[in-house]
């Protein structure tokens, strides 16, 4: 005889995704492809108060506000978590969070750990997932091959990388290596097919059975 009752399982409706990793990890990639394939994918654009960089697009790449707007922003509780990172702020809309929620959707961030683990300890059934790359060495060849940085902004970003990935294998639910992005991919697809699957978080309004 079964002598430990089910404890009753309460789960967010939609599902909270946090992709983190060094920079030329390719989170931001892995992010977009959830988004393609998953139309309930609702992808997080992050506010900040630093300038747009190169190419970067208001509303497309950040939501690019002033100081001001920022901090009415914080006052009105319209970010799920924020932070000053290198003296300029950025934040995740708490819009995206209830969309998911009424939706049975998915929201998907691409933010750093700080943020990340912020966003866990508001919704400790966020799930975190940690992109790693398969060694510094060839992050560092990818830093270099994008041609965008120069040579001390990618030592500082290899330094910051050391401290990211500590931290993120440290604290996050799953840890991907992205050596082949077509892998990696297959890898974070199925992460989130089992955790839209898991008991709590499927609708079964429509089977109307009886609490047990």
Known sequence: MNTNPQIPVTLSPGLLLVLSA????GKTTLARM???????ADFSISYTTRAPRGAERNGVDYHFVDEQTFNQMIDDGQFVEWAEVHGHFYGSSRA??????ASRGIAVFDIDVQGGNAI??????AVLTFILPPSLE?????????GTDADDVIRRRLLAARNEVQKGSDTYDYLIINDRLDDAFRQLESIVIAERSRRGRVDLSALRLQPS
């Open 22 to 25: 060094p920079s030329g990890a």
């Open 34 to 40: 959830i988004q393609k394939a998953f139309p309930q």
């Open 96 to 101: 995206t969070v209830d969309k998911a929620f």
């Open 120 to 125: 866990k300890r508001k919704f400790p059934d």
């Open 138 to 146: 060839e992050l560092e060849r990818r830093l270099r091959a994008r």
